[in-house]
């Protein structure tokens, strides 16, 4: 069996019971930067921007990041960043190609892409499931370094969305991205 990519997905080489995605994926820029490349971000939040480039919006590639472990991000690189989902229903099972996650990057290994990503003129949103302990000053340390990028280039502000199941996970991060920033240089905070 082929291993799933973007050659065998412009081929239609698949089993013709997996649903595609059918939009031109070598067009769309990362409009989403997502931190935490696990599997609830895969089943869901990909799978939800997937259908709004299905629809034809084409803002809402995902560049997935990997905090540490390279396992993830390397395979899902080999396979052109598409996947596969099995989807459960009254009427039976089926899978789904996901092909939203256009690029995919390690943050300890590449620190310079994930800060270009944050300050990317396409980039409108930044999302995080993390997991609690990595709500740390790495991770402030990063945004915050890309969101210093953003307004050194002049460009506007983005969504950051924290997604971790953790109280008042948004206000949190905001903490810890502010003390950064005022660490660092008190007219970013």
């Known amino acids: 069996m082929r291993a799933l990519s973007q050659a ?33 971000h895969r089943a869901h939040q990909a799978v939800v921007f997937d259908a709004l480039l299905q629809s034809g919006d084409p803002r809402w590639g995902v560049l997935g990041v990997a905090m540490r472990s390279t396992e993830l ?29 256009i690029g995919t990057c390690v943050a300890a290994r590449e620190p310079d ?5 944050i300050a990317a003129p396409a980039t409108r949103w930044v999302t995080l499931t993390v997991t609690e302990k990595a709500y740390g000053p790495a991770l402030a340390a990063q945004l915050v370094a890309g969101l210093a990028a953003r307004h050194a280039a002049g460009l506007g502000g983005l969504t950051i969305a924290s997604c971790d199941n953790l109280s008042g996970n948004g206000g949190k991060l905001r903490q810890l991205c502010l003390d950064t920033a005022a660490a660092l240089d008190t007219v970013l905070a």
């Open 73 to 101: 991000a390397d395979a899902l690189a080999r396979q052109d960043g598409l996947y596969t989902l099995q989807i459960a229903s009254a009427e039976g099972r089926r899978w789904q190609g996901v092909g939203s996650i």
């Open 8 to 40: 065998v997905l412009d081929e239609r080489a698949v089993l013709p019971s997996l649903h595609l995605p059918y939009y031109p994926r070598s067009a769309l820029a990362p409009g989403v930067l997502h931190l935490g490349l696990g599997a609830f």
């Open 113 to 117: 892409r994930v800060t270009a990503a």
